[in-house]
């Protein structure tokens, strides 16, 4: 009897566990979603350290998000930099996320779609060019392995034409552990 019970208990635990969604990071690589961190979670890692002060309101080293649905609005310290207002309309298994800030370069998108359960392939347009992966290998980790194809120019705010040749392709990894309080 207590071997049946038991196993009705691990049964109902892994049920439990296995439904509850991951928290994860609420940005792309360097283009904001429209979620925010809910209260009480956080992400902590290798260039993210953002927590939910409630649920529509989300702070840290990106900045300050507030959401409102499908829509959100934030002060990006790293890596927008500037203002900003992100737009992620409801599709099915594909999200795209489109916005725009104060500079520069004022409109961004990306697209996020999945490859399997672990795994989506994301691309998207800030500042030049990112494309790569992000791989959630356990519960609660998200390991992104990207590469940035960007000027540096940018940031000197000058609104010029850009030549190819300015344009550098960079290998970049982000590491998140994203979870409660």
Avoid: C
């Avoid at 990006?76 to 203002?83: A, K, R, T, V």
């Avoid at 392939?121 to 992966?133: H, P």
């Amino acid at each position: 009897m207590k071997t049946v019970f038991y196993l009705a208990l691990l049964g109902m635990a892994i049920i439990t566990f296995s439904a509850q969604a991951a928290v994860e990071p609420t940005w792309l690589f360097t283009v904001p979603k429209a979620d925010s961190l809910k209260e009480g979670t956080y992400n902590i890692g290798f260039i993210y350290f953002d927590f939910g002060i409630t649920d529509n309101l989300e702070i840290g080293i990106h900045g300050v998000k507030y959401s409102l649905g499908n829509l959100a609005f934030g002060l990006g310290l790293y890596p927008m930099g500037s203002p900003y207002l992100v737009f992620t309309p409801d599709t099915r298994s594909t999200s795209i996320h489109i916005g725009i800030k104060a500079a520069p370069y004022v409109f961004f998108g990306g697209l996020e779609a999945p490859v399997s359960d672990k795994a989506r392939f994301i691309v998207e347009i800030n500042n030049g060019i990112s494309a790569g992966f992000r791989i959630l290998p356990t519960r609660n980790w998200s390991l992104d392995l990207f590469l940035a194809f960007i000027s540096f120019e940018v940031y000197k705010y000058k609104y010029q034409k850009f030549e190819v040749e300015e344009f550098h392709a960079i290998p970049a990894i982000q590491l998140a552990y994203s979870g409660r309080f």
